[in-house]
């Protein structure tokens, strides 16, 4: 499959978490991982039934975590139970406050989080990683009729001052619509830095919160109306991202490019974001478009039992291809459930999670593992 390309801009080394453990990448070269195996077998089975946290339905999160809790509850016979969320914001509340076992949540999150800044300002949240998983990529989704060709076409201009676009941001305090306002303010500033003419107060769309299969039926005409209830809509997801490309079967859709504010957000701001493209491939494009990635965790309640940990961890590398092709469930098709972005797992890159923890029993299964 043709995967996202990712061109992080220079930045300075220093300690990783794998130089902490005290191994290298490679010594983990030359780990093997068979995507049919249970693992070992004299690790206790989870004492108890846990929830796991996804996201939007229909969403990669919500199709990941439903996969992997799917394989879990299969290999150690306990359920973990996968529900619908906002998001990354939404997950770690949850994981913290112990409401769930395990979440997913953007890197970006999970640092203000655990720092108790941005969204999290009202207190530190405390939770462990058990890996880095896969990463985000910002869709910045507009009708194939819309005339938009880039973010500044969104905002009012000089020949149209008075232009007023309605964008689709995510649910409400979810982790799309933080990198939707990054995205959005920056180009803002951006218009009034080289229109001084325009009004600054003038210079703004409207932010509509809604989830993604909302956002994906308000981008869409009703009846004979010329626009949907939405002129364009943003979202952080891997892909491909089910939603979003069933569009192309109805109105049709583009990506706009974002690179040169991606590269401006990967440079100023903390949180791993990195600059990126979407290849064609993932939803009929006519080119890949530049875009912003933000990598992903995998998120535990603070005091999560060693068992959930450890068979969390090992399912995820050792059911690595079940992950990806999908497992069959009573009366569903062979390949049902998994996601490809399952294919971008790699236990060498799933230790960087500071400055969040890993959970001992995740690292245990590290060091097992020589990674």
């Not at 108890?48 to 229909?58: Q, R």
């Not at 325009?198 to 210079?203: E, F, G, R």
């Amino acid at each position: 499959m043709d995967r996202p390309r990712l061109l992080p801009p220079a930045r300075p080394t220093g300690l990783t978490r794998r130089s902490i453990l005290g191994f290298g990448a490679a010594a983990a070269s030359g780990l093997l991982l068979p995507g049919c195996s249970r693992g070992r077998a004299d690790e206790p089975a989870p004492s108890e039934p846990g929830v796991f946290s996804t996201g939007n339905l229909n969403g990669v999160y919500n199709q990941f975590g439903a996969a992997l809790s799917a394989l879990v509850s299969e290999v150690t016979g306990v359920e973990l139970k996968p529900v619908v969320s906002d998001g990354s914001v939404d997950n770690l509340f949850k994981v913290s406050s112990g409401k769930a076992d395990l979440g997913l949540c953007t890197s970006d999150s999970a640092l203000a989080a655990y720092e108790g800044t941005g969204e999290f300002s009202t207190g530190r949240l405390r939770f462990t990683a058990l890996a880095r998983v896969y990463d985000n990529y910002v869709h910045v989704v507009v009708p194939m009729a819309s005339k938009a060709k880039s973010l500044d076409d969104l905002f009012p201009s000089k020949d149209n001052p008075n232009r007023k676009m309605v964008v689709g941001v995510g649910p409400k305090d979810s982790g799309t619509e933080i990198v939707a306002n990054l995205i959005l303010n920056k180009a803002r500033a951006d218009i009034i830095a080289k229109n001084p003419t325009l009004d600054p107060a003038k210079v703004e769309v409207v932010r509509k919160n809604l989830t993604l299969e909302q956002m994906a039926l308000a981008v869409q005409p009703k009846s004979n109306a010329a626009r949907g209830s939405i002129d364009a809509f943003i979202w952080s997801g891997g892909v491909p991202t089910l939603p979003i490309a069933e569009l192309q079967k109805t109105i049709g859709f583009r990506l706009l490019d974002i690179g040169t504010v991606a590269e401006a957000i990967a440079l100023r701001e903390f949180g791993g974001f990195m600059v990126s493209a979407i290849p064609p491939s993932q939803y009929g494009l006519a080119s890949s478009v530049p875009t912003l990635a933000i990598p992903n965790y995998l998120i535990a309640k603070p005091n999560l039992s060693d068992s959930w940990a450890w068979w969390t961890v090992n399912t995820l590398f050792r059911r690595q291809n079940d992950l990806i092709k999908g497992t069959p469930s009573p009366g569903a098709s062979p390949g049902t459930g998994g996601h490809p972005e399952a294919g971008a797992l790699d236990p060498r890159s799933a230790i960087a999670t500071m400055p969040v923890p890993l959970h001992p029993a995740a690292e245990r299964w590290y060091r097992q593992n020589h990674i």
